[in-house]
């Protein structure tokens, strides 16, 4: 069997704390069914104190879960508790509730705009400009090209200069993703080029683009005294971006930079429907997808006509004509 990573290890230990702590040195083959269903109603009250949220609670129960699935097949336990696959079986009304969330997860284009300004040192407060944290000059690219290529804040982390080709006409990106190593071929708008341009002069192919005022790359991992990753990850855009948000759209906004990537996949699905899988880049899971390849001249066109909807053009970009076979 092939080892998890460290860092999921500790994220399994981390999820099963309270289920440890609540049943202390009990043999996990006397749990029963009524144990665990007394576990759940304790658990769902740190919901109700709002100590953790009810995303967290969703990812212990699947924890524990996992647990005694793994104890059964190991040969650890004989049974598994009756009610066991219950833990993460969703309500409708969650379900209904947490689409509702999705859904109420997309920026506007005003709203887009006004982050997008508000990293302008021109248009800034004077009592923001000297912050260490703001990464004022990062953030405008970061932003634009979440939304141009549907990049994470891993994808941006792991950008090279040799995923960009300024010289191709339009320029393009063209990378593999990051987690799912989908092969990923995006125009460039213009914005993007000229704010790309700066960051990449002077640097080498395999040179990231962007990185930290320190120089570290965007999100780090962090290790031991032996080099060995404990599993703690740093996640400065993300964090960056969660305080811009705030301070520009107020206090009580919750959205998140994965939110542009979000945003930027359904303005592409309402406009050519299907399309939105082709911008983020996801796993194929139909089979007609090993045989056929993305239009992309199709999705250059809707690449141009979400630069316009956004904002960051006045008009559509020319693409060149296609050559006649």
Same mark, same amino acid.
């Given at each position: 069997?092939?080892?998890?990573?460290?860092?999921?290890?500790?994220?399994?230990?981390?999820?099963?704390?309270?289920?440890?702590?609540? #049943?202390?040195?009990?043999?996990?083959?006397?749990?029963?069914?009524?144990?665990?269903?007394?576990?759940?109603?304790?658990?769902?009250? $740190?919901?109700?104190?709002?100590?953790? %949220?009810?995303?967290?609670?969703?990812?212990?129960? &699947?924890?524990?879960?996992?647990?005694?699935?793994?104890?059964?097949?190991?040969? @650890?336990?004989?049974?598994? !508790?009756?009610?066991?696959?219950?833990?993460?079986? +969703?309500?409708?009304?969650?379900?209904?509730?947490?689409?509702?969330?999705?859904?109420?997860?997309?920026?506007?284009?005003?709203?887009?705009? &006004?982050?997008?300004?508000?990293?302008?040192? *021109?248009?800034?407060?004077?009592?923001?400009?000297?912050?260490?944290?703001?990464? @004022?000059?990062?953030?405008?690219? %970061?932003?634009?090209?979440?939304?141009?290529?549907?990049?994470?804040?891993?994808?941006?982390?792991?950008?090279?200069?040799?995923?960009?080709?300024?010289?191709?006409?339009?320029?393009?990106?063209? $990378?593999?993703?990051?987690?799912?190593?989908?092969?990923?071929?995006?125009?460039?708008? $213009?914005?993007?080029?000229?704010?790309?341009?700066?960051?990449?002069?002077?640097?080498?192919?395999? *040179?990231?683009?962007?990185? +930290?005022?320190?120089?570290? !790359?965007?999100?780090?991992?962090?290790?031991?005294?032996?080099?060995?990753?404990?599993?703690?990850?740093?996640?400065? &855009?993300?964090?960056?971006?969660?305080?811009?948000?705030? +301070?520009?759209?107020?206090?009580?906004?919750?959205?998140? #930079?994965?939110?542009?990537?979000?945003?930027?996949?359904?303005?592409?699905?309402? $406009?050519?429907?299907?399309?939105?899988?082709?911008?983020?880049?996801?796993?194929? +899971?139909?089979?007609?997808?090993?045989? %056929?390849?993305? %239009?992309?001249?199709?999705?250059?066109?809707?690449?141009?006509?979400?630069?316009?909807? &956004?904002?960051?053009?006045?008009?559509?970009?020319?693409?060149?004509?296609?050559?006649?076979?």
């Amino acid at each position: 069997m092939q080892s998890a990573p460290l860092g999921r290890v500790q994220n399994l230990k981390n999820r099963l704390q309270h289920f440890v702590d609540h #049943f202390g040195n009990e043999l996990l083959s006397r749990v029963t069914a009524n144990d665990l269903n007394r576990w759940v109603k304790k658990s769902a009250k $740190r919901v109700e104190k709002g100590e953790i %949220a009810p995303a967290t609670l969703r990812q212990d129960h &699947l924890a524990v879960k996992q647990l005694f699935k793994y104890a059964y097949e190991e040969e @650890i336990i004989n049974s598994i !508790p009756r009610n066991l696959d219950k833990l993460t079986k +969703r309500s409708k009304r969650s379900a209904k509730a947490s689409t509702r969330t999705r859904r109420d997860k997309h920026f506007a284009k005003q709203e887009i705009q &006004l982050l997008y300004q508000s990293c302008d040192t *021109d248009h800034m407060d004077s009592k923001w400009l000297n912050r260490g944290d703001t990464h @004022i000059q990062m953030m405008q690219l %970061a932003i634009v090209l979440a939304l141009n290529t549907g990049m994470t804040q891993e994808d941006l982390s792991d950008l090279t200069v040799g995923d960009i080709y300024l010289n191709k006409r339009p320029a393009r990106c063209i $990378r593999q993703r990051t987690k799912t190593l989908v092969d990923a071929n995006h125009l460039l708008w $213009r914005e993007s080029v000229r704010l790309l341009k700066p960051h990449m002069t002077g640097k080498k192919m395999n *040179d990231l683009i962007l990185l +930290r005022k320190d120089g570290r !790359p965007l999100i780090t991992q962090s290790t031991n005294n032996r080099g060995v990753l404990t599993g703690g990850r740093s996640d400065v &855009l993300g964090a960056c971006f969660t305080r811009l948000v705030k +301070r520009v759209l107020g206090k009580d906004e919750d959205k998140r #930079f994965r939110d542009l990537r979000r945003t930027g996949a359904n303005m592409c699905g309402q $406009r050519f429907p299907g399309m939105d899988e082709t911008y983020l880049a996801h796993a194929e +899971r139909k089979a007609a997808s090993y045989y %056929a390849l993305p %239009a992309q001249r199709q999705f250059d066109t809707m690449l141009t006509c979400l630069e316009k909807d &956004l904002g960051f053009s006045k008009d559509l970009m020319k693409l060149p004509k296609q050559r006649k076979k």
